[in-house]
């Protein structure tokens, strides 16, 4: 990654067109170094930690499709359901850390010149309505979880995306419990309230 952000001939074309689809950066740049080197404004350790995140998040994505796609017609509906919601998350993950990594490489070069910056790559949304990553968490951890518990496991997972692009509140999750009655138990005794599945 050192020799790839410093403009050397460093990877192959394969590569290259990978890491140039899941981040707006030019193939000749990932072949050539056609963009600017870094800075002393960059920090190397930082960047280091936020490419090694991307490149695990890019590899845990493309061993979880490549093992849907060669199980496919021996998966029952219900396993397929559950890879497509793995996969998904896999995805939102590989989009937050190249978004991660690619404000540290905006972050190092001239503020005043945009024309070097790379693009953010677009966090998918999650399909899952917010109740029903509300009964993910609660069933996957088989026990009863407080709103806060709740929220930061589905901000964890990335198992529902808000509009405006912000973390899911506890006070969100209240509400929309209470909402829905017939699907969820709120324990009022406890302090915090915890919920279950009805």
Known sequence: ???LLNGKDYLKL???VRFSADLDVTID???KGTLPILSPEHNYNLLLDAATDFYYAVRDEDKARDEYERRYDNLSSEDRAIFKKVLTKLRIDKAKAGCALVD???AGWDEENYENNIEK???PKSS???HEAIQEVIRESGIALTFT????QINAQGLYTRK???KVPASQISARVKNYPHLFIVDTDNCPHTVTLN
Request: hydrophobic share 45%; charged share 10%.
């Open 164 to 166: 405006d692009g912000q």
């Open 1 to 3: 990654m050192y020799a």
């Open 14 to 16: 394969f590569t290259a």
């Open 104 to 106: 540290l490489l905006n």
């Open 121 to 123: 790559p677009t966090i």
């Open 29 to 31: 740049y990932c072949t």
């Open 149 to 152: 518990e709740i929220a930061n």
């Open 128 to 130: 899952m309505k917010l």
